[in-house]
């Protein structure tokens, strides 16, 4: 096949003015020659088309491809995700992952909680900030941990997440308000164990690929999952495959969750454990980092004794169950 790459690569926008913080999603060049390099592997032609802008200039130019193979974390807006795979549809052209919809449900952590919610998978009791007056009406009690609703990769993450008392509470949703220009998730603290499972597939024929627990080390700087701490694992975070009882629930839970919000292909559901050991949906990743030496789906596959290739063979077999016969070169 003939298979498009959009991306957002991080050192472009940064050398546009943008902040560290603001591209802490985006990808690098090791990222995109990773998977270019696997496609290329399994006898594809690749072509690197780049981010929602230059989709569109090349769509206008008539771009030919049987499948998009998109990672595009997009910049502005709550349905940022979705942009890309909007555009694809409209050109009527097939991409890996998930669709517009739930793109833009998931980026939002507080209504995929509800649907969540809903559909009886566990989720901690929660609330939304979307001002600063609003943080005087949360009526869960303390502990709690807060975050920005609608981002990825840690931002806005750390130690000051996990919240005490009303002051504090206060200040820290003003600042997250300010910072990420976005409602703020308060969320009942989960002390428990935390997880994160790899699914691959779509609808009836997804399946948990891997269960691993994320432990952090007691010597890391910071004891929450921040951005800080995901960026640099390396002697701050212990990575577990799990097995046995606690696998098969959180495999449970992950496998309800994601046919639940309709994910497709491959990503990851993240879990953590409340005082009674039941592992509680954190949040869905349909498009969960894939870079091939750090990112956490592709580690827990190599636990398991699988190849970067088989990972994106994976990826390309569920996505191509959505291109036309006929389309195929």
């Known amino acids: 096949m003939r298979i498009g790459l959009t991306y957002d690569l991080k050192s472009a926008y940064l050398q546009k003015g943008f902040t560290p913080d603001e591209v802490a999603e985006f990808d690098s060049e090791e990222t995109i020659e990773g998977i270019e390099s696997a496609l290329r592997e399994l006898g594809h032609e690749t072509i690197r088309i780049g981010n929602v802008t230059e989709l569109a200039a090349a769509l206008v130019k008539g771009l030919k491809v049987d499948l ?9 807006g709550i349905g940022r995700e979705a942009q890309v795979p909007a555009l694809l549809d409209a050109y009527r052209i097939p991409y890996t992952f998930s669709d517009p919809l739930v793109l833009s449900l998931t ?45 990825g990769s840690g931002k806005g993450i750390s130690n000051k997440s996990v919240v005490n008392d009303l ?12 910072t990420y220009h976005q409602p703020v998730l308060v969320e009942k603290l989960l002390t428990g164990r935390e997880f994160t499972v790899g699914i691959l597939g779509t609808g009836a024929n997804a399946k948990v690929v891997g269960v691993m627990e994320v432990n952090i080390l007691s010597n890391a700087e910071e004891q929450t999952y921040s951005r800080f701490i995901k960026e640099n694992y390396n002697q701050r975070v212990e990575y577990t495959l799990v097995e046995g009882e606690v696998k098969d629930l959180c495999s449970e839970i992950s496998l309800k969750a994601w046919q639940t919000l309709g994910c497709r292909d491959a990503g990851r559901i993240d879990l953590k454990m409340d005082e009674n050991s039941i592992p509680n949906f ?14 956490d789906l592709p580690i827990m596959l190599y636990k398991q004794g699988w190849r970067y290739t088989d990972l994106i063979e994976e990826i390309i077999r569920s996505a191509s169950q959505r291109i036309p016969k006929q389309n195929f070169s």
């Not at 002051?167 to 300010?178: A, G, K, N």
């Not at 954190?282 to 990112?295: Q, R, T, Y």
């Open 68 to 76: 998009v193979f998109n990672i595009c974390e997009g910049l502005y």
């Open 107 to 151: 980026l939002h952590k507080g209504l995929t909680k509800r649907v969540i919610r809903d559909a009886g998978i566990p989720t901690a009791p929660f609330f939304l900030v979307e001002t600063a007056d609003e943080s005087l009406e949360c009526e869960l009690p303390f502990p709690v941990f807060i975050k920005p609703v609608a981002e």
């Open 167 to 178: 002051l504090s509470f206060q200040s820290e949703c003003r600042y997250l308000l300010e």
């Open 282 to 295: 954190i949040e869905g990743n349909p498009l969960a980092g894939i870079n091939h030496l750090h990112s």
